[in-house]
């Protein structure tokens, strides 16, 4: 298995989860965790066409530990700031994707350059532990 793969995000967003869940289930991820990685990719592409331009590749490989998905746009508009840590107020049904995203994974960065932001996502391959609090 390559231990990294990259596609454009184009409009065919059903091929692009069939990569992604394809490469996730070859690396190890199951159940629901597979399906958090591809429904949080899913949104993070979807902000690419949306709101970045339009154009935008993602990448995922895979370490030891943990299965990366990184989406990158060409417009530089998603900030760190715009990944909310609570439940958006109701405004319909949008306006979910970066909290849904930050809900489904272990750990979610934005980095927002000129010309250019990126979203890194990642689940471990193992689930972590729950603590009842």
């Given at each position: 298995m390559p231990t990294h793969r990259q596609w454009p995000i184009t409009d065919d967003l059903a091929?692009?989860?069939?990569?992604?869940?394809?490469?996730?289930a070859e690396a190890g991820l199951?159940?629901?965790r597979l399906d958090d990685?591809?429904?949080?990719?899913?949104?993070?592409?979807?902000?690419?066409l949306e709101h970045g331009g339009g154009?935008?590749?993602?990448?995922?490989?895979?370490?030891?530990?943990?299965?990366?998905?990184e989406v990158v746009d060409n417009a530089g508009l998603l900030s760190p700031a715009d990944v909310p840590r609570d439940q958006p107020p109701g405004r319909g049904n949008r306006g979910y994707g970066l909290w849904l995203i930050n809900r489904l994974c272990d750990a979610v960065s934005v980095d927002q350059s000129p010309g250019r932001s990126r979203i890194r996502l990642s689940i471990r391959l193992a689930a972590p532990a729950r603590t009842n609090v």
């Open positions: 091929a692009l989860r069939e990569h992604i869940q394809r490469y996730a199951t159940g629901t990685l591809v429904i949080a990719a899913n949104e993070a592409a979807i902000n690419v154009v935008g590749t993602l990448a995922i490989w895979r370490d030891d530990a943990s299965v990366a998905v």
